[in-house]
């Protein structure tokens, strides 16, 4: 560990991108406590590190001195005051709404020392909408992983208004040292780098599919074979969530209230019939058999 300052870390949200973000920091040597309000949600985050950490020792990705010291050094909770009483930073990946947000990030100030910075995963929601929550705005920042964050290189780090200088950079400074790439947002700008990019590509193949100009499959396959992408929107929706879809721009649109910004109506539908993707076995593709993607 090369951050000074830096040595018990929380990660609220122990859904797919909160265990696998908690796990990044075990596997580099950071004391970490992983926390979900739903008991079935921690069990599986529990059960991936138990299962996870041996199959990269048995590939030969990982020593398994390496492999014994990570699982020691991440724990699981539903006490989001034993989590974070000691965490020196926050990384908060719970739902995309705003909301809920607000009100864990007021928990977490009264929880935390005064010392503890607070940084939200969200892929767009800007930490200057959460800072108010707080009455330390200057700890108060983004560090935005990618899907799946145990392999995904990139962080987005971005600075807020609020944030200050020694906050950017102590995030930026941690994403480097448990093997990240960061990089880091001057300002704050709607979707940051990546998904600003994406979510244009998204809305246009979206809106070509709900025009009738062309299937999903064969839009996803214009974009792998003449773009060079590994995979197309619709197959890329299916991994980062249908529902997360949904939820970014229901609060887009309350946000803006321009319609332009409300769901597609074909993530509408699919939201309705949880079909979000891999996590329920159906999103545009069909998951539910062994070898049907």
């Known amino acids: 560990m090369a951050v000074p300052g830096v040595k018990n870390i929380c990660v609220v949200g122990a859904g797919n991108m909160g265990h696998q973000i908690a796990l990044c920091f075990a596997i580099a040597g950071y004391r970490v406590k992983c926390t979900d309000i739903n008991e079935e949600v921690l069990k599986k985050a529990e059960n991936f590190a138990d299962t996870y950490l041996p199959e990269r020792v048995a590939k030969g990705k990982m020593s398994e001195e390496v492999a ?40 977490l100030d009264e929880i935390c020392p005064p010392h503890t910075i607070l940084a939200t995963n969200s892929s767009f929601i800007v930490s200057s909408k959460l800072a108010p929550a707080t009455k330390r705005p200057d700890k108060v920042c983004n560090m935005h992983f990618f899907n799946p964050a145990l392999i995904m290189k990139l962080v987005e780090v971005v600075k807020g208004p609020h ?24 300002k704050e700008i709607y979707g940051f780098l ?9 809305r246009e193949a979206l809106y070509i599919y709900d025009m009738g100009v062309a299937s999903y499959e064969d839009i996803d396959k214009a974009v792998v074979y003449a773009l060079g992408h590994p995979m197309g929107p619709f197959r890329l929706m299916d991994l980062t969530g249908i529902d997360l879809a949904y939820y970014i721009g229901m609060e887009r649109y309350q946000e803006t209230g321009d319609p332009a910004h409300k769901p597609s109506p074909i993530i509408v539908e699919k939201f309705i019939k949880k079909e979000w993707g891999q996590k329920t076995g159906r999103g545009f593709y069909d998951y539910s058999q062994q070898g049907n993607k």
């Open 68 to 107: 014994r010291q990570a699982r020691s050094n991440i724990s699981f909770t539903t006490d989001l005051k034993e989590a974070a009483a000691d965490a020196d930073v926050v990384v908060e990946a719970i739902l995309e709404k705003l909301d809920l947000k607000w009100k864990l990030f007021a928990q």
């Open 194 to 202: 990546v998904n600003r990019i994406v979510s244009a590509i998204n």
């Open 163 to 186: 944030t200050a200088e020694e906050t950017a950079q102590k995030i930026f400074d941690l994403a480097r040292d448990i093997g990240k790439v960061p990089v880091l947002l001057k």
